[in-house]
């Protein structure tokens, strides 16, 4: 995991506290899911809003504005559960940082989804994440970006496995995601059946068809 943490720009502070309850009138949320806001969540704050307005880069349909969600922990973190709950509530992509309180003083972790908006739902890959950091840690300037698209997918690539490839869009990046974790739950697979696996051809088999999905992750990262 990396230790980051983004200086996010004055212009762009928005400090306004949202109600739980606002996020659960925007769809449907299960019991479970409003079980784990009530026991997980403290506070929601909508911290940053990143968009041309206050930052002085142009958005698209795809990226309109970026929004940096706080959200303090009653139980030292959340589930992604309640991090998608919120994400598909609101139809910006999302920034989360989480904090929670220690013995010695309060720390955050950034976590995001590469979140692409579409009619309906918007789609969410799964939440990539730093590890936990002093509250006090020194943060890092945003990436440079000339617009609201590009400055989302810099943001979020040192959190994810994959590589930034020169020019690349979001959905790109989010269709590579998903391979990845296609490959590496495959790989997993893979390995488990020649762990156990007793015939020689077969083993052969095994060890060559892993070997060819090892490959493809390492091509898609």
Do not use: C
Request: net charge positive; hydrophobic share 40%; proline share 6%.
């Amino acid at each position: 995991m990396v230790d980051l943490l983004y200086k996010w720009p004055g212009a762009a502070r928005f400090g306004s506290r949202i109600p739980k309850e606002k996020i659960y009138d925007y769809g449907h949320v299960s019991p479970a899911v409003r079980e784990k806001f009530v026991l997980e969540v403290q506070r929601i704050t909508w911290a940053y809003k990143l968009a041309e307005s206050t930052i002085n880069l142009p958005g698209d349909a795809s990226v309109p504005e970026i929004q940096v969600f706080q959200i303090e922990t009653k139980t030292g973190d959340v589930d992604d559960q309640v991090l998608a709950t919120i994400d598909k509530a609101i139809h910006y992509p999302l920034v989360f940082e989480v904090t929670r309180a220690t013995a010695g003083q309060p720390q955050i972790r950034m976590t995001a989804a590469h979140k692409q908006v579409v009619s309906g739902a918007p789609k969410l890959s799964d939440y990539f994440s730093t590890g936990w950091l002093p509250a006090a840690v020194e943060r890092r300037s945003l990436p440079t970006a000339i617009t609201l698209a590009s400055l989302y997918v810099a943001i979020l690539d040192p959190l994810t496995p994959v590589t930034l490839r020169p020019g690349e869009e979001l959905a790109s990046v989010a269709d590579r995601l998903a391979i990845v974790r296609k490959l590496e739950r495959e790989i997993t697979a893979l390995e488990r059946k020649l762990r156990t696996e007793q015939q020689l051809n077969r083993k052969i088999e095994l060890r060559r068809t892993l070997k060819t999905r090892q490959q493809e992750l390492e091509q898609q990262r």
